[in-house]
């Protein structure tokens, strides 16, 4: 059998509610069924944006895991989605049939747009920057499974730390916050100084107050929430654009494309990237690989109108890239 | 700023690591009334960058900082 049964066409016979039905693979369209080791059993992805998951869906979820798994086995995937181990092919239909009861959907594999991974964001975690859950929501709704040369994942960092790992990603989104400095609050205390472990903020020998270099400065906000009187404030905030990357065996870095995009931008992002490397990517290419061959020069000319002032220079993305 | 300030109490931090530094600090504040003051020894490093962000998190407020040698001197005012 395949390895991935959405690539499958045909129909096999299985017995649902009594009576014999056909099930078609083909509908079974946003995949998410994997092929195990063991003859006809299947891994089945759920679909978890962000790996958040209600506390009262997962109870349900662990039902009917308990019910479909011949060997009681959960696993979370590399992509924070829970995987149902050894299921029955057989069972396919009553498995989503339950599935969709509670409301849950079946996540995908093969060349389109995966489902999108995210750290806690701002929401709740003290670093985060950006709500990348409601990203990863919105990514999950509006994108999911549209078809690709290659798979396509998307992830969201809440802050520079990076833990969902923008690097590797075709399309990554990293939270930033530009700091702005106003003179009448500080009273040259120097936390800033010592809170920024990049080096960017001197303080001044004798008065104590900052010296900021932005060269050296990676956004991450840590002089801002270090302040103790509000005179490092956020100018704005947004998501420092990353492209191209992947892991797997030969990894490759992202390149930087674009500083302070907007929220409200992210889609926009999204889809003309897409348009992008649809237009100029081949079949099995990454786009990573997409923008090695073709130019990321040629990658931002397109993307001018989208990125705007935010765009990174060309040169900059282009020898980051070696 | 604040010389005037008195502090009902001196938490020294100095060799205490994070984040056992903060919860030190939090609990004393736990015991405090609104608007009393805490003053608090940290070292450079690690706790200096981030006690500092911790406290403002929990809704208290930093009155004064004070440089000394490889330390700081805190006064913290409790907040709700």
Redesign the interface.
Known sequence: MDRFIEDKTTRVEVSLDGETKKLDFGELKTGGFIKQRQRDLFTVRLRCPGGRVPTDKLIEISKIAHKYSKKGVIHLSFRQSIEILYVDYKDFPELVKELEAIGWKVASCGPRVRVPTACGGCEYN?NGLTDTQALAKMVDEKFFGTPTHHKFKISFSGCPIDCARTREMDLGFQGVVEPEWEEPPC?G???CA??C?EGAIESDPDT?KPIYYPDKCIYCG?CI??C?TGAWRAKRYGHLVRIGGKHGRWPMEAVEVALFVPDEKVPEVIEKTIEWYMANGMRGERIGKTLERVGVEKYLEFMKDVFGDNVLEAKEAACQQK | ?SAEVKPVDTLDLRGVLCPMNFVKTKLKLESMQKGEVLEVILD??EP??NV???I??EGH???????EEDH?RLLVEKGE
């Open positions: 003290p009273t205390c120097t936390i010592e809170a472990k104590g840590d929430r270090a103790p | 700023m450079s490093g200096i960058q500092p962000k911790s403002k998190e407020k930093i009155i004064d900082v004070k440089k700081f």
